[in-house]
T-cell receptor, first 114, second 115 residues
Framework: DAGITQSPRHKVTETGTPVTLRCHQT?????MYWYRQDPGHGLRLIHY???????DKGEVSDGYSVSRSKTEDFLLTLESATSSQTSVYFC?????????????FGPGTRLTVL | AQTVTQSQPEMSVQEAETVTLSCTYD???????LFWYKQPPSRQMILVIR??????QNATENRFSVNFQKAAKSFSLKISDSQLGDAAMYFC????????????FGTGTSLTVIP
């Protein structure tokens, strides 16, 4: 199994509060991703990173920001959480070399915004 | 953005039988990569099988195989000798070589295995 951890694993917060989710990898992979998973939508990309301090937006980036100051850590921040951001959040990593470049996923974080 | 469609929200199969999950995708690219992931109740996303579009031969991993029809843009997953542990949500995914390794996922098929 790829060495990917996410913290916290569960969080309950209130509307309007800032929230930061952390993804940590031990594989030294260049690419890291944040997805959210909601019923009927599958996984949707929020932001991704292709290197330290190099990030780009995904399909559903509004209301989210990210930072990557080290290869191993990728942070997702909800500046002011809303109920629509209640979801399960997955981090993923991917090799930068090789044709297949499979994505490997962390265990997920369940976030509830009241 | 590429679109991945899984038209079967739910499927069921008798234990030891065979089931096929469908996936279609929309793309104008000639070279790309396709994946099936399994998500059991633990929520962990597990890679099941992967296929490179330029390879004619269908990928196989033990009891899991794909039927890749490039012209039809179809990538179905066949599970043979179904086991209770195969019960999960299955996601089809597409990766373009041209969009920063971004994956595009279908909405998933929930598979129930009946003892």
């Amino acid at each position: 199994d790829a060495g990917i951890t996410q913290s916290p694993r569960h969080k309950v917060t209130e509307t309007g509060t800032p929230v930061t989710l952390r993804c940590h990898q031990t594989e030294n992979h260049r690419y890291m991703y944040w997805y959210r998973q909601d019923p009927g939508h599958g996984l949707r990309l929020i932001h991704y990173s292709y290197g330290v301090k190099d990030t780009d937006k995904g399909e559903v980036s509004d209301g989210y920001s990210v930072s990557r100051s080290k290869t191993e850590d990728f942070l997702l921040t909800l500046e002011s959480a809303t109920s629509s951001q209640t979801s399960v959040y997955f981090c993923a990593i991917s090799e930068s070399q090789g044709a297949l470049r499979t994505q490997y996923f962390g265990p997920g974080t369940r976030l509830t915004v009241l | 953005a590429q679109t991945v469609t899984q038209s079967q929200p739910e499927m069921s199969v008798q234990e030891a039988e065979t089931v096929t999950l469908s996936c279609t995708y929309d793309t104008s690219e000639s070279d790309y990569y396709l994946f099936w992931y399994k998500q059991p109740p633990s929520r962990q996303m597990i890679l099941v099988i992967r296929q490179e579009a330029y390879k004619q031969q269908n990928a196989t991993e033990n009891r899991f195989s794909v039927n890749f029809q490039k012209a039809a843009k179809s990538f179905s997953l066949k599970i043979s000798d179904s086991q209770l542990g195969d019960a999960a949500m299955y996601f089809c995914a597409y990766r373009s070589p041209n969009t920063g390794n971004q994956f595009y996922f279908g909405t998933g098929t929930s598979l129930t295995v009946i003892p």
